[in-house]
C-alpha cells in the first residue's frame, strides 16, 4: 500500500511539473529544456566551462552546442536559440539583438619554446603556417594583418577554422598558425605564442545574441545572461578579452 501511495505521488509532482496550469515549470524550460548554441569554434575552451555553470544553476535544462564558423555557422540557425560569433558574422542575421563580449587579437602560435624563434610577422614567410580560409572571420582578419604587413606565405596551410589550425601545429603539421590570442591562452603548455604590433588594426570583437524564432527564449535569454553577467565576462577576461 505504502508503495502504490509513493508511485501516485511520485505520478503526481511529475504532472505538475508538466501541466503547472499550463506553463512551463521554470521560464527557462520551453522546448524542454534545452537550449541550442551555435558558437564559433575559438570560444570553446570558454563556453564548454559556462554550459556546466548554466546546467547546474539551471537543473533540467540542457545546452547543447555546435561550432562553426563564418557562413557555416549562419547557414545552421533554424531552431537555434542563441549564435555567440565574431561582430562580423553577428551583423548578417536578421533581427539579432547583439551584446559584446570582448576584443581578443590576432597571435603567431608557435611550438614550446618557440623552435624556429619566430619573433615577428615578416618570419612566416618562409615556414609552413596554418591560416583560417579567407571565407571565415580569422581568416579575413589574417589576410588584413598579412597585407598590412607587406608578408607574403610561402607555405600556407589553409584550414577551416582556429581548431584545425592549432591541431595542425601541435601534431606538428605545420610550424607556426596564426590564431586568436584567446586560442593560445586556451593551449597553453602545448603552445607558446608571439605577439605583433599589426594585430591591434584586426581585434575581433565576439558577441552573443538570442536568435528571433528561438524554440526556447526565456532559456536563450538566461543563457545570454550569464555570458554577459560578471562571472561570465571574468571567464572571457581570463582568457584573453579585452573587455568595451
Known amino acids: 500500500m505504502k508503495r502504490a501511495v509513493a508511485v501516485v505521488?511520485?505520478?503526481?509532482?511529475?504532472?505538475s511539473l508538466v501541466t503547472g496550469c499550463g506553463k512551463p515549470a521554470t521560464p527557462d524550460r520551453d522546448n524542454g529544456g534545452k537550449i541550442t548554441v551555435v558558437a564559433d569554434p575559438a570560444l570553446a575552451p570558454i563556453l564548454q566551462a559556462l554550459e556546466t555553470t548554466f546546467e547546474q544553476a539551471h537543473p533540467g535544462t540542457d545546452v547543447v552546442i555546435g561550432y562553426a564558423a563564418?557562413?557555416?555557422a549562419t547557414s545552421?540557425?533554424?531552431?537555434?536559440?542563441v549564435l555567440v560569433a565574431p561582430a562580423v558574422t553577428v551583423a548578417t542575421v536578421a533581427k539579432a539583438s547583439p551584446r559584446s563580449l570582448g576584443r581578443t587579437p590576432l597571435v603567431v602560435a608557435v611550438g614550446p619554446a618557440n623552435p624556429l624563434k619566430i619573433a615577428k610577422l615578416a618570419d612566416l614567410a618562409t615556414v609552413k603556417v596554418a591560416v583560417c580560409q579567407a571565407a571565415v572571420p580569422c581568416g579575413a582578419a589574417t589576410q588584413q594583418v598579412l597585407t598590412q604587413a607587406g608578408v607574403t606565405l610561402a607555405k600556407p596551410v589553409e584550414v577551416a577554422d582556429i581548431k584545425e589550425a592549432l591541431d595542425k601545429l601541435t601534431l606538428g603539421d605545420v610550424d607556426a598558425a596564426v590564431v586568436y590570442r584567446t586560442d593560445a591562452l586556451a593551449a597553453i603548455g602545448q603552445v607558446d605564442s608571439v605577439d605583433f604590433?599589426?594585430?591591434a588594426a584586426a581585434a575581433q570583437e565576439f558577441q552573443v545574441t538570442a536568435l528571433p524564432g528561438s524554440p526556447n527564449p526565456a532559456g536563450a535569454t538566461a543563457f545570454v545572461d550569464l555570458l554577459t553577467s560578471a562571472d561570465g565576462r571574468t571567464q572571457f577576461t581570463d582568457l584573453g578579452f579585452t573587455q568595451p
Request: overall charge neutral.
Open 70 to 72: 563564418g557562413k557555416r
Open 197 to 199: 604590433p599589426e594585430a
Open 9 to 15: 505521488a511520485a505520478l503526481l509532482t511529475a504532472a
Open 76 to 81: 545552421q540557425l533554424t531552431s537555434v536559440d
